[in-house]
């Protein structure tokens, strides 16, 4: 009788100790309690930990709990300031969980999403060769509203949590009259505008920084951030990025996200109240980096400059950040894995990669990938020296054993070739067509040239009109390397039809970053249309010859492969006069497979140039026949084929 007792005080203990705490009576958390749980939500089958930063008064002497199955408190740790608490947990099944905290007699919960992750998701494909990537400055491309121009603290935003993102105010105002105002434009406006840049054979969107900057001035460049889980509501708010990203890939676009975790901006809300005192690099005293990037690679290089590297702030305005912090280090491989899992994105974009601590975005970089093994991401290295740009791409065979884990690098020194080239008309040995040549005859400095983003300009950049003197013949010589030469393109809003500076104010970098003409209701000329570009005159007076030349190649190079994956065999001409030999200024090489070629022939000087076709012999004898991509005419390519002053030859054919 005792014993059978004894056995049901047992059962009921055991029954006690695995039935789940009650925690329905348990009040929500306010304002005052919880500000904020990052990352918003989470998924289930993710390769990453879940690791939340909470913050709220106080909270780091809350001891925390969940309320349902599914999702458990694995680890709890403090941080140097006691409003911040960072929470590890174990995630089982998805579902709409409350995390209960506890301080004394004091409980209340936030709720928190774990939602099904979706079929395929890890094995998803990234960008590629096959890819021509458009970029854009969102705030001057289009506005689809002046309604979300101006946002006011108190507004309620969807954000992919269980709760609505309150705004904060936001003190930039727009004015289209200052080149570094924000100018209004919106993710709606690029959706809108989303068949236009499908039409121009694009397949990939990167938009500079869509996330919050709450600068008080020159917010509109967005890399300045002010909050890594929301979009600037000025742009639109997450759910409408989410669809931006939807409507794409709808189009067969891809997006890739410009992400920065180098820096922020002295708005984020952390700055006033860090989680660690060593959360970014300190203000005081202030030290301005010194853009050494050779000090990682450098065998001679001081301790005190590669510091100052790592640790000195980009500018005044963004604070760095200390990836040697660990929970600085998660934060970041968290963001940039939820903004891939909720939006769907197809890559990323790193900005400013080498002024992080190498090591801990090595780490950043194999996590994303870890999570994602196809996912291509692509750093900006800005350097015009070929060594210390390749030392930057994964699995380079640096001699100090460093592995960036970084799949691709953007090319500077190609782009800094091609403008001088295509503004050199009187050329000395190395001068013209030459830097092109001496450029891709390094190559073999590259550990894997189909992960390199070509590109001749960017927002960061002068406009390539400008560079080109206004010259849409050499404008299209540009057009046509990014065409046909190795990588993976990149293109900038409006160089399809040579956009320019502004010239009614001052030049600086927002003078650059000029309004899409037609992308905001009022505008007197619409480049959006054909209509439009055909009647255009005046700055804008050669814009349908430009964009109707880069369609023709872009929607070309979307189905050659030769161009997408083939190899280059580069040609450059000169010829005799007497005893010297001069250099040509023009320039020829075949892409090519097994199957197919293409031959490219760029004549960048003032004079028709006739073929000689024998100097080819080596990977073609006698004449072939084939397509000339740009008029769609049949052409046999044989000595005496003459292209014009300041234009190109491309053709196609079978091997």
């Known amino acids: 009788m005792k014993r059978n007792l004894y056995l049901l005080l047992a059962a009921a203990l055991l029954l006690s100790c695995t039935q789940a705490a009650d925690y329905s009576q348990v009040s929500e958390a306010t304002d005052d309690q919880v500000l904020r749980v ?80 979706e079929k395929g998701s890890r094995e998803r494909e990234s960008f590629t060769t096959a890819d021509m990537i458009y970029l854009i400055m969102p705030d001057r491309f289009a506005s689809a509203t002046a309604a979300n121009d101006t946002a006011w603290p108190g507004g309620a935003y969807e954000d992919g949590s269980l709760r609505a993102w309150q705004v904060p105010a936001t003190p930039d105002e727009v004015d289209r009259t200052d080149p570094v105002s924000r100018h209004g434009g919106d993710i709606q406006g690029i959706i809108d505008h989303l068949d236009y840049i499908a039409d121009l054979g694009a397949t990939a969107i990167w938009c500079t920084p869509l996330l919050l900057d709450n600068q008080p001035r020159e917010s509109y460049h967005g890399y300045a951030c002010a909050d890594y889980y929301h979009i600037d509501p000025r742009f639109g708010d997450n759910a409408l990025y989410k669809r931006f990203v939807d409507e794409a890939h709808a189009r067969g676009i891809k997006v890739i996200m410009d992400i920065v975790t180098n820096h922020c901006g002295t708005a984020h809300w952390w700055m006033e109240n860090a989680p660690f005192a060593d959360w970014y690099h300190p203000a005081e005293p202030y030290m301005q980096m010194n853009a050494l990037f050779s000090v990682y690679m450098d065998p001679n290089a001081s301790v005190r400059d590669r510091e100052r590297q790592e640790s000195g702030w980009f500018v005044p305005s963004m604070p760095d950040m200390n990836l040697d912090n660990p929970f600085v280090l998660k934060y970041f491989q968290q963001w940039a894995v939820w903004w891939i899992e909720y939006t769907g994105l197809d890559g990323l974009r790193v900005d400013t990669y080498p002024y992080n601590e ?38 380079n065979p640096n001699v100090n054993g460093f592995n960036s884990n970084l799949p691709s690098i953007m090319d500077f020194p190609l782009e800094s070739a091609i403008k001088r080239a295509l503004t050199e008309d009187v050329v000395n040995w190395d001068e013209g067509m030459t830097r092109i040549y001496t450029v891709l005859a390094q190559d073999f ?64 970098d927002g003078a650059k970053r000029i309004d899409f003409p037609g992308g905001w209701e009022g505008d007197g000329l619409d480049l959006f249309s054909e209509q439009g570009r055909r009647g255009a005159a005046g700055a804008y007076r050669d814009a349908a010859e430009l964009h109707d030349y880069t369609r023709t190649l872009f ?28 250099t040509d200024n023009s320039y020829a090489f075949f892409r090519y497979t097994a199957d197919d070629a293409v031959f490219v022939y760029i004549n960048n000087t003032f004079e028709p140039r006739a073929l000689d076709w024998n100097h080819y012999r080596e990977f073609v004898s006698g004449p072939v026949k084939g397509r000339n991509v740009l008029t769609g005419e049949e052409t046999v390519l044989q000595d005496g084929v003459t292209v014009a002053p300041k234009s190109a030859l491309v053709v196609e054919f079978k091997r």
């Open 38 to 117: 990052e990352p918003l939500s989470w998924w289930t089958g993710m390769n990453t930990d879940l690791q939340l930063l909470v913050q709220g008064p106080g909270i780091g002497a809350c001891d925390v709990a969940v309320e349902g199955k599914g999702l458990e408190v694995k680890a709890l740790h403090k941080a140097d300031n006691p409003d911040y608490l960072f929470v590890d947990l174990t995630v089982k099944a998805a579902g709409e969980y409350h995390l209960v905290f506890t301080k004394g007699s004091e409980r209340f919960k936030y709720p928190y999403l774990i939602r099904e992750r």
């Open 358 to 395: 190498p090591g801990p975005m090595s780490q950043w970089c194999k996590a994303v990938t870890d999570e994602y093994p196809q996912m291509n991401i692509v750093g900006e290295c800005w350097d015009m020296n070929i060594p210390q740009v390749a030392y930057w791409q994964k699995d």
């Open 445 to 508: 400095a590259y550990k894997d040239l189909s992960h390199m983003m070509t590109f001749f300009a960017n927002h960061d950049h002068a406009r390539t009109g400008d560079v080109l003197r206004e010259d849409p013949d050499r404008m299209k010589l540009a057009i046509t390397l990014l065409a046909t030469v190795r990588g993976i393109p990149q293109l900038y809003y409006g160089d399809e039809m040579m956009f320019l500076e502004r010239k009614d104010c001052p030049s600086h």
């Open 555 to 582: 929607q070309w190079r979307k189905g050659c492969k030769a161009v997408q994956e083939g190899r280059t065999l580069h040609f450059l001409s000169r010829h005799n006069e007497g005893a010297r030999n001069i």
